[in-house]
T-cell receptor, first 115, second 110 residues
Framework: NAGVTQTPKFQVLKTGQSMTLQCAQD?????MSWYRQDPGMGLRLIHY???????DQGEVPNGYNVSRSTTEDFPLRLLSAAPSQTSVYFC??????????????FGNGTRLTVT | TQLLEQSPQFLSIQEGENLTVYCNSS?????LQWYRQEPGEGPVLLVT?????EVKKLKRLTFQFGDARKDSSLHITAAQPGDTGLYLC??????????FGAGTRLTVKP
């Protein structure tokens, strides 16, 4: 099983450039989310989606856009990259929302550097 | 300040030693989850604790959920180098928002 697949694994951007981080899951999970992981700060939620066509903001949404046109895919867009967005980005999915204590399944991350 | 505070932040021990790491919050959670993350990979679920006072064992790992459902601990007996990694606790702020602690980075030396 592929699980949650993220691409690319590494990316270097210049300030002001745009890019899309891709995330796909093959488990038919309804819930998908994006986190960023920074040293000493743990994982912080950027955006999440509870199903196709539905997205909402998490703890740190500024500078990022998402869309969910299919159950499988949940891309994260950086419209104008800033050095503060240098981080490791993780996509995660869950069978349902957390009312049933569903665990999160994570991809292996995208390491982004903005110069 | 983080919703979930983990301690210690770093822990380096010799193979065979025992250790305990902690996850504390001022908020009450319906459940807490523990994840383990290795370099270059995403976190992987170890356990979910649901009932206050609950104790769950996973081989040499023992997880406890506080009676008030605000804190949890992870105890490892006779640590091995394969236990090296970042241990993260997580709790759902609401049905759609899973919050993570900053983690305890454990190194077990042979």
């Amino acid at each position: 099983n592929a699980g949650v697949t993220q691409t690319p694994k590494f990316q270097v951007l210049k300030t002001g450039q745009s890019m899309t981080l891709q995330c796909a899951q093959d488990m038919n999970h309804e819930y998908m989310s994006w986190y960023r992981q920074d040293p000493g700060m743990g994982l912080r939620l950027i955006h999440y989606s509870v199903g196709a066509g539905i997205t909402d903001q998490g703890e740190v949404p500024n500078g990022y856009n998402v869309s969910r046109s299919t159950t499988e895919d949940f891309p994260l867009r950086l419209l104008s990259a800033a050095p503060s967005q240098t981080s490791v980005y993780f996509c995660a999915s869950s069978q349902t929302d957390f009312s049933y204590n569903s665990p999160l399944h994570f991809g292996n991350g995208t390491r982004l550097t903005v110069t | 300040t983080q919703l979930l505070e983990q301690s210690p932040q770093f822990l380096s021990i010799q193979e065979g030693e025992n250790l305990t790491v902690y996850c504390n919050s001022s908020s009450v959670f319906s459940s807490l989850q523990w994840y383990r993350q290795e370099p270059g990979e995403g976190p992987v679920l170890l356990v979910t604790v649901v009932t206050g006072g609950e104790v769950k064992k996973l081989k040499r790992l023992t997880f406890q959920f506080g009676d008030a459902r605000k804190d949890s601990s992870l105890h490892i007996t006779a640590a091995q180098p394969g236990d090296t990694g970042l241990y993260l606790c997580a709790g759902a702020e609401n049905n759609n928002d899973m919050r993570f602690g900053a983690g305890t980075r454990l190194t077990v030396k042979p």
